[in-house]
């Protein structure tokens, strides 16, 4: 399983970004897929999960209202939209997968992870 993120940059606090993670390498449609960042210093935190479907999704508390998570299958691609920026959301964002075929346990399960992608908010 190949993950590989894009569209983080620098953005003034306010702002908006969205995150591409195009994958390959098996069925994209039958996995869960979802997002976590590491900011400096700091251990990788869970941000947001998407059922294989899109059915069904899952926020950490902190982006709750700002952050969607959405994907197209006929694109092999999950997209984090990200409104409202704060310089506490600057961390590298990193999109994972799990290892399992219809398997939703948010936010753990995820064995395949991509090379991360930057995003700074500048106060």
């Known amino acids: 399983v190949q993950l590989q993120a894009s569209g983080g940059g620098l953005v003034q606090a306010g702002g908006s970004l969205k995150l591409s993670c195009a994958a390959s390498?098996?069925?994209?449609?039958?996995?869960?897929m979802g997002w976590f960042r590491q900011a400096p210093g700091k251990e990788r935190e869970f941000v947001a999960a998407?059922?294989?479907?899109?059915?069904?999704?899952f926020y950490a508390d902190s982006v709750k209202g700002r952050f969607t998570i959405s994907r197209d299958n006929a694109k092999n691609t999950v997209y984090l939209q990200m409104n409202g920026l704060k310089p506490e959301d600057t961390a590298v964002y990193y999109c994972?997968?799990?290892?399992?075929?219809?398997?939703?346990?948010?936010?753990?399960?995820?064995?395949?992870w991509g090379q991360g992608t930057l995003v700074t908010v500048s106060s």
């Open positions: 998407i059922s294989w479907s899109g059915g069904s999704t």
């Open positions: 994972a997968a799990p290892a399992y075929e219809r398997s939703w346990y948010p936010p753990y399960g995820y064995e395949y």
């Open positions: 390498g098996r069925t994209f449609s039958g996995y869960a």
